[in-house]
Each structure stands twice: as structure tokens, then as C-alpha cells.
């Protein structure tokens, strides 16, 4: 069964930046990096085929880029400009998801 182990999570001031990385035990054609925040609904954030297309949800267009290194199985979230509003534990897993999840990491955007 496919692991997925996230880090890179911390605290960041906003208008700064992060780069969170996934690690998959397993083969993945679509990836993706969700994120939830306090009190409100998992949400996918990013998306990266085999091909290398990507598609990302309107709140975070412009200023994060997923990226993939397939031979080490690892997907990458680099996030720039962050705001508070992007507070959440970001996870990674397939898109549409499997139903096993990884801890996450917490990325938590304050002054």
C-alpha cells in the first residue's frame, strides 16, 4: 500500500516562502498537495500528472508551484508570498485520493 511522508512545514512570516516535499512509497501517475485548515474542509491546492501538467486552485495561483522527481518518487510544493489564510496541514496523496493520508506538515504563516 502507498505511504506518503510530508515535511518541511514551519513557521514563516508572511510575504514569505516554503518548499514542502513528499515522499511516496510507491509508483504515482497524479499527485497532488492538499491542505486543511482549522475548523474547515480538506482541500487540494495542486495538482501534477505524469506529463508534467499541473493545475492549482484559484487561492494559491501564481504563487505556489508543484514539481515532481519521478525516479525518487518524491513531489515538491514551493510557496511564495504566503498569507495568514494559507495556515493548514498540507498533505500529499493521489488525486482523486486514496483513503490512506500521512501526518502532514504544518505550515503556519504569522507575524
Known amino acids: 500500500q502507498v505511504q506518503f511522508v510530508e515535511s518541511g512545514g514551519g513557521l514563516v512570516q508572511p510575504g514569505g516562502s516554503r518548499r514542502l516535499s513528499c515522499a511516496a512509497s510507491?509508483?504515482?501517475?497524479?499527485m497532488g498537495w492538499y491542505r486543511q485548515a482549522p475548523g474547515k474542509q480538506r482541500e487540494l491546492v495542486a495538482a501534477?500528472?505524469?506529463?508534467?501538467?499541473?493545475n492549482y486552485a484559484d487561492s494559491v495561483k501564481g504563487r505556489f508551484t508543484i514539481s515532481r522527481d519521478t525516479p525518487k518518487n518524491t513531489v515538491y510544493l514551493q510557496m511564495n508570498s504566503l498569507k495568514p489564510e494559507d495556515t493548514a496541514v498540507y498533505y500529499c496523496?493521489?488525486?482523486?485520493?486514496?483513503?490512506?493520508w500521512g501526518k502532514g506538515t504544518l505550515v503556519t504563516v504569522s507575524s
Open positions: 510507491g509508483i504515482i501517475f497524479t
Open positions: 496523496n493521489t488525486d482523486p485520493p486514496l483513503a490512506r
Open positions: 501534477i500528472r505524469s506529463g508534467g501538467s499541473t
